[in-house]
């Protein structure tokens, strides 16, 4: 490893190896379960853990990982002095308004069976107008939206003039509206059926589906815009995708795209063309006797047909244009002057993950296995001696996990289980045990794992074992893996608290803290350190009550967290 060059002397001693045997108290946690309950989306939330190291050896933390990106914590590679106990943050945040549940699985050395930390959220949406969508996915969230935004205020073909003249009003001239396709501002006044005239654009093709220009979908001003009459003439009913030749129209370029059988806007409209076609596929249910649907091929219909195309590419574009503030403001406009319904694509562009119909991409339905470690180093037993490890099997996928087969490719191993069911959102541990002789040398196996997940179904978990006659532990003095300031404990605190930070290297360091003003309160720490573990103490007794914020740098690392004075 490359930190023993950094060794600075050594503690020699002899002991029993405690570390290879059933202990299951060498690493404890405050708690196993963290619930953050029902939180908002689109904020970060924050719960904390505390580690406790309940033995008399330095323990090192290899790795701590959640599956999903919702859940991350701040705990990173670092040594656990003895007897010490270590507080580390774990952040939820989530743009869903769905559950999660996802497992933090911390791994150690010298045998130290995984710690498991089951993590679960019930993410929210602030605004009430979709509350009926909350934790549905695929045909239960498409009939959820559908009913939210049916029934909408319905304007006449020739509303659509005074409709259009507020929805798409160009803000910089309030006089003007921006025409779809190419940016344009044109004179609210100036539309008709003359080529250098705007008129009224169905961006999901009226052909497609043969509801002309009666409404409802006909005169749905979440699809319609203005558009350059020689523009829209071109466009045509064309389906949408990537390619063909470049359009140039005789007012200027336009950045548009065509072939015989699709049409593709500038960049700025691809997103809003991909919008719009969600918001009439979620919409149009056949209520109204056309059931609107997207398809990943083109042309998508030479015979009226309810359908568009193409599915994979509107998806594309849905997440390279992102919704900016234009449609926000046209979303709004529709809803509060007009139609009083919304385009939920816009409000929440992350619907379009939730639904199949939509993005083409299936709802996870199949078991997911992990397995923590993937390969395991059970340390050094003595003579006759008994070592056991603990593998954790976790299911985080939505069906039960059969595990049918698990079996130890060399004999001396044994496990406590041979199968098991695990139900979603769950793990279990199986046990590995291994008897020594009275020979030395290093032992192995191989645990093999077959299951019913669709993607991982055969999994190999190499495991290792040193075996001596007598053990003499040789620990060095402790040199982290990495640069870490940790969090003060305790937090929140009255009125001191102690800071740790690790260093993995020498260096000039400084250990500032700050109000929540930004203003310094104080170097605690100033000076040349080199490669350890340190902890300083921060007496606030003569501050008010408030946040702050301490801050390390060291080497050209640099991280800063905040603590709480309560007073």
């Excluded at 196993?32 to 924050?46: I, L």
């Excluded at 008129?199 to 009666?214: I, L, P, Q, T, Y």
């Excluded at 003439?233 to 950045?255: A, C, E, H, M, Q």
């Excluded at 001191?496 to 500032?512: D, E």
């Amino acid at each position: 490893m490359k930190n023993k060059s950094l060794i600075l002397f050594f503690l020699v001693f002899s002991f029993h190896l405690l570390f290879a045997q059933n202990d299951w108290q060498m690493i404890t946690a405050s708690d196993t379960v963290v619930n953050f309950g029902s939180v908002a989306a689109y904020e970060k939330h924050t719960r904390q853990v505390t580690l406790h190291n309940n033995s008399d050896k330095v323990v090192h933390i290899l790795k701590a990982e959640f599956e999903e990106a919702v859940f991350s914590s701040d705990l990173n590679p670092l040594p656990m002095p003895p007897n010490s106990d270590l507080i580390f943050d774990i952040y939820f945040e989530s743009d869903q308004n769905v559950n999660y549940t996802d497992f933090l699985h911390i791994e150690f050395d010298h045998g130290i069976h995984p710690l498991i930390i089951e993590t679960s959220a019930q993410a929210y949406y602030s605004d009430s107008y979709y509350d009926a969508t909350q934790n549905l996915w695929g045909a239960e969230l498409k009939s959820a939206l559908h009913n939210i935004i049916k029934g909408h205020t319905q304007k006449s073909y020739a509303d659509l003039w005074t409709v259009l003249s507020d929805t798409d009003e160009d803000p910089n001239n309030p006089n003007n509206v921006i025409l779809i396709y190419t940016g344009w501002s044109y004179p609210k006044s100036d539309h008709g059926g003359d080529p250098d005239q705007w008129n009224r654009e169905h961006v999901w093709a009226k052909s497609h589906g043969d509801f002309d220009n009666d409404p409802p979908a006909g005169t749905d001003a979440h699809h319609i815009r203005p558009c350059d009459v020689s523009v829209n003439s071109k466009r045509g009913n064309l389906d949408f995708d990537n390619g063909g030749s470049l359009y140039t129209d005789p007012d200027g370029v336009t950045n548009c795209y065509y072939d015989s059988d699709s049409w593709e806007p500038r960049d700025e409209d691809k997103g809003d063309v991909a919008r719009m076609m969600y918001y009439m596929v979620v919409r149009y249910e056949g209520e109204e006797g056309y059931d609107l649907e997207l398809v990943d091929y083109t042309p998508s219909t030479t015979a009226n047909d309810p359908v568009f195309g193409k599915k994979s590419t509107l998806y594309q574009w849905h997440w390279m244009d992102s919704v900016d503030n234009w449609e926000r403001r046209r979303n709004d406009r529709i809803y509060n002057n007009w139609q009083h319904n919304r385009n939920p694509f816009i409000d929440h562009p992350e619907f379009a993950d939730r639904l199949p119909s939509i993005s083409g991409e299936p709802i996870p339905s199949d078991p997911e296995i992990v397995v923590s470690p993937l390969s395991v180093e059970m340390d050094t037993v003595e003579f006759n001696t008994t070592a056991r490890y603990y593998l954790a099997i976790i299911n985080t996928g939505v069906k039960d996990l059969t595990v049918s087969d698990i079996q130890s490719t060399n004999s001396q191993f044994t496990i406590d289980q041979t199968s098991m069911v695990l139900p979603p959102e769950t793990y279990g541990y199986l046990e590995i045990s291994f008897t020594s002789g009275e020979t030395e040398g290093a032992y192995s196996t191989t645990i093999q794992i077959t299951s019913n997940d669709p993607d991982e179904g055969y999994i190999e978990v190499p495991v290792s074992i040193q075996v001596a006659e007598s053990i003499s532990f040789v620990e060095p003095a402790s040199v982290p893996y990495t640069m870490a300031l940790l969090q003060n404990y305790p937090n929140p605190f009255n009125p001191v608290t102690t800071i740790r930070y690790a260093l993995n290297k020498s260096g000039h360091v400084q250990l500032s803290v700050y109000d929540s003003a930004g203003r310094l309160n104080g170097r605690l720490v100033n000076q040349q350190q080199k490669a350890g573990q340190f902890s300083v103490l921060f007496d606030g007794r003569n501050l008010p009550s408030g946040v702050y914020f301490y801050q390390l740098k060291a080497a050209g690392f640099t991280q800063v967290k905040k603590m709480l004075l309560l007073k």
